[in-house]
């Protein structure tokens, strides 16, 4: 009889959920061997269908942290008797004691705040936040991280063995190309940097901002492009702009595939001023989509860049700056970050990701593998 695998899919469409799509989308293809269920919340019931007959799905309604996830969503688990569950993030029902592999994509969480979130509130969510990232690599079979950076992070910071984890590369994805023309006239004639993502504190766009005024000085047409669905934290940060008088600067809000595809394809150079990432997917995006890249030197980015990126300190404003206009000033250098960018996009793969996956499942499950 076929093992049985649950594949908690709970965060299918937010920020993890590409990682966890590529790989069902994947495992699909590979695996003949198992037979999964993927457990899916009510407004992803219906819109994820399985290709494989080795896959069903299962209503799972149990919201990440919360006393619903830690009774019932552990009821549930203990009703299906799976021989193995992959939780592909850190939330999980705690007091669960089957045979379990867990992603685990950074503990970023773990050190960083978040200003729109009430003090005391998130101060005691952070501290159970932290419990759960400590204790969970400890009861779990297997931990997989996306980077050799976090591997070594989380040994540390939860006093695991090494061998206990395993590192899989994750991967960017082509943008489809639709001859679809950008929402933001300004930026067709134009010259622009850019960033994409939330405006979260670890993401340290502040300093952005503030090496771009540096750059402002040499070109003084250059404009800053925040690409990313205005929040809370954006607003913040659109008011701070505005009251420093700083020109030029851009918030698309949300924008489309192909406008997302124009915008890595146009932009002089794509920045990255992240304090912590678990693997820095956007700076490998913009190296598929030809875009010249300047990035942080900190955590797993230069693990995952290697030598496609420019670097800089993104604690030092004025290395930032001068970085970026090196890239800015330079054709040649330009020329050389986007060939090498293309070659490192390359490296990665989905794909190759879900083999490795499925070899730690064996692995969890004692099923000999071959050498």
């Known amino acids: 009889m076929a093992k049985k695998i649950v594949i908690d899919a709970r965060e299918l469409r937010t920020s993890t959920g590409r990682y966890i799509e590529r790989l069902l989308y994947y495992l699909q293809q590979i695996d003949n061997e198992h037979d999964y269920i993927v457990l899916l919340k009510p407004q992803d019931i219906v819109g994820w269908q399985p290709t494989s007959k080795h896959f069903t799905k299962m209503l799972c309604p149990y919201k990440e942290f919360t006393f619903s996830e830690q009774l019932g969503f552990l009821q549930q688990l203990n009703k299906i008797r799976a021989d193995l569950v992959h939780f592909p993030m850190v939330q999980q029902p705690i007091l669960y004691r089957g045979n379990t592999v867990t992603t685990m994509q950074d503990l970023t ?13 998130f101060t005691v969510k952070q501290q159970v936040y932290k419990f759960v990232n400590w204790y969970v690599p400890r009861k779990s079979t297997r931990v997989i991280t996306p980077t050799e950076y976090v591997k070594r992070d989380i040994t540390d910071f939860a006093g695991v063995r090494p061998e206990k984890l395993i590192v ?14 950008p929402s933001l006239p300004i930026l067709q004639k134009t010259n622009f940097i850019m960033y994409v993502g939330r405006p979260l504190p670890h993401k340290n766009l502040g300093h952005l901002i503030e090496a771009f005024t540096i750059l402002q000085k040499t070109y003084p047409s250059l404009h800053l492009v925040f690409v990313g669905k205005k929040d809370t ?15 030029n600067v851009v918030f698309t809000d949300f924008v489309s595939e192909a406008e997302l595809r124009w915008l890595y394809e146009n932009c002089a150079v794509y920045v990255f001023p992240s304090l912590s990432e678990g693997f820095g997917l956007p700076g490998l995006e913009a190296m598929l989509h030809s875009a ?8 797993c980015l230069p693990e995952v860049y290697g030598e496609a990126a420019q670097y800089f300190n993104p604690l030092d404003i004025q290395d930032m700056a001068t ?12 020329t050389q970050l986007v060939k090498k960018g293309h070659e490192q996009a390359k490296k990665y793969s989905w794909h190759r990701m879900a083999e490795e996956t499925l070899l730690v499942y064996k692995e969890a499950l004692g099923e000999t593998t071959d050498a």
């Not at 899989?168 to 023309?181: G, L, M, Q």
């Not at 934290?233 to 020109?247: D, L, P």
């Not at 010249?292 to 955590?299: D, G, I, K, Q």
């Open 109 to 121: 969480t773990c050190r960083f705040r978040n200003p729109t979130k009430n003090w005391l509130v």
């Open 168 to 181: 899989t590369h994750e991967a960017a994805d082509p943008i489809p190309y639709s001859p679809v023309p």
């Open 233 to 247: 934290m954006y607003g913040q940060i659109e008011n701070g702009v505005r009251a420093m008088g700083t020109k």
């Open 292 to 299: 010249p890249v300047a990035s942080s030197n900190a955590t």
């Open 323 to 334: 970085k970026i206009a090196e890239v800015l000033g330079d054709e040649k250098l330009r």
